[in-house]
């Protein structure tokens, strides 16, 4: 069945048992819960619905610490009018941090059927670093405009200082198992009113300072791909932060970056980079530019960092950045390495790119090029004048093809005057 419909069922057989029951919601002295039922749509239907206390028809219902409030609702479709928010505020400043799985409270039986947002604020100290830990299934992040296919979506937020920073908003069935916070976090789980979710699927720890915004950890168990995003994206990232990506990747396989999108901002000090700890290197943490091809071909776990600058007051631009990691088997051809041998050449150039071919498979595995087996892109152009050593990370050759081109010079047109010009290429 879809959500929708199989919802739609849910809620029927509530009513039929239910009827015209009047809710209750009661919460304890010093929960820290704060529950609200407000109106969803601004632009009212025609038929208005009003919740019923007291014999009183309103249209916001607040209930506090210490509170028992009975309700009702005038009409029989709620949850086209109403959405439910519950919010509970947890103090690690000032006592100690109630660490371990999260529940939630009320539970969802005890709320009535509206969409609902459970949001849980944490504030810690600045030294203090904060780890959600998420249960199988594992979170997948999705960009602007995007949707979670059953409703149910997490966003998580950061605090630098008094400023509020995304770090992204989530839908399940991905890769990401934990996400490491400084300074307190805070966390807001969707769920759609014919979701029977009633667990939030996520833990809290203690961990030493991180020294930086965040650390986002991405297990793969197989072949896969996974798309990620800065924070605030598409919005700034924060001025000279420090965000880390922690992957997590079986040793048989191979780890391939690939930015999406990207901007970077106008410095004033330091410059934008990205760093990466990759097992093996004798040179970590290897640096690169936004601009530069990123690393492919990697065995086992690694880490990308993400480093803003001092920006320029008057203009500060802009640093963003969306990317893709895809992890693949390695092919026959991923420990061959060849080398095309243009030195002697002079006007020309060699280009190996992907052919348009359609996939009709879930899953795609990556064809990359890599020079000196590291540097791995989709295409790549080989110049005159030196020796390049190539390998691939692709399952399959065919689907790349080869471009060679040749400036031949025949200003004085007796040189080239049925001239044979054999086709050699490296």
């Not at 419909?5 to 809620?11: E, P």
């Not at 029927?12 to 109106?39: D, M």
């Not at 605090?159 to 966390?187: L, P, W, Y």
């Not at 091809?293 to 776990?301: I, L, S, T, Y």
């Amino acid at each position: 069945l879809e959500p929708a419909l199989l919802g739609a069922l849910l809620l029927g057989t509530a009513r039929l048992l239910r009827g015209t029951e009047a809710s209750e919601i009661a919460l304890p002295q010093r929960s820290g819960v704060t529950v609200s039922i407000k109106l969803g749509n601004p632009a009212l239907p025609v038929k208005i619905c009003y919740i019923v206390m007291s014999r009183q028809h309103i249209t916001e219902l607040i209930i506090r610490p210490g509170e028992r409030k009975s309700f009702t609702f005038s009409c029989s479709n709620p949850e086209k009018h109403f959405v439910l928010k519950i919010e509970k505020n947890i103090d690690c400043m000032s006592g100690p941090c109630p660490f371990g799985e999260v529940h939630l409270q009320p539970s969802t039986s005890e709320l009535p059927i509206l969409n609902r947002t459970f949001i849980w604020d944490v504030r810690a100290h600045k030294s203090i670093g904060l780890e959600l830990q998420f249960a199988t299934p594992r979170l997948r992040q999705i960009g602007p405009g995007e949707s979670c296919a059953d409703g149910v979506t997490h966003s998580i937020s950061g605090h630098i200082d008094a400023t509020e920073v995304r770090i992204g908003t989530f839908c399940s069935n991905g890769t990401v198992s934990r996400i490491k916070m400084q300074e307190g976090v805070k966390m807001a789980l969707h769920l759609p009113w014919f979701h029977r979710r009633n667990v939030s699927g996520f833990s809290i720890a203690n961990r030493s300072s991180i020294k930086r915004l965040c650390i986002i950890e991405s297990v793969f168990e197989g072949e896969g791909s996974a798309t990620l995003m800065s924070a605030n994206y598409p919005g700034g990232f924060p001025e000279d932060e420090l965000m880390t990506w922690q992957f997590v990747v079986p040793a048989h396989l191979r780890a391939s970056v690939s930015f999406l999108n990207f901007n970077v901002s106008n410095c004033e000090r330091k410059e934008e980079r990205v760093e990466y700890y990759i097992p093996g290197s004798t040179t970590n943490p290897e640096v690169f530019r936004l601009e530069d091809k990123q690393p492919g071909n990697m065995a086992g776990n690694f880490n990308l960092s993400l480093q803003g600058c001092d920006q320029d007051a008057q203009s500060p631009g802009i640093l963003r950045l969306q990317f893709q990691v895809l992890v693949q088997r390695p092919q026959d051809e991923s420990n061959k390495t060849y080398m095309v041998d243009l030195s002697r050449e002079r006007t020309m150039s060699l280009t190996i790119e992907p052919r348009p071919v359609k996939h009709g498979r879930r899953f795609v595995p990556g064809c990359f090029v890599c020079l000196e087996s590291r540097t791995c892109s989709t295409n790549v152009t080989l110049t005159a004048g030196s020796i390049h050593k190539i390998s691939f990370l692709c399952d399959d050759l065919t689907r790349l093809w080869v471009n060679v081109e040749k400036t031949l010079s025949c200003l004085d047109h007796r040189y080239c005057y049925r001239q044979s010009f054999k086709l050699q290429v490296p």
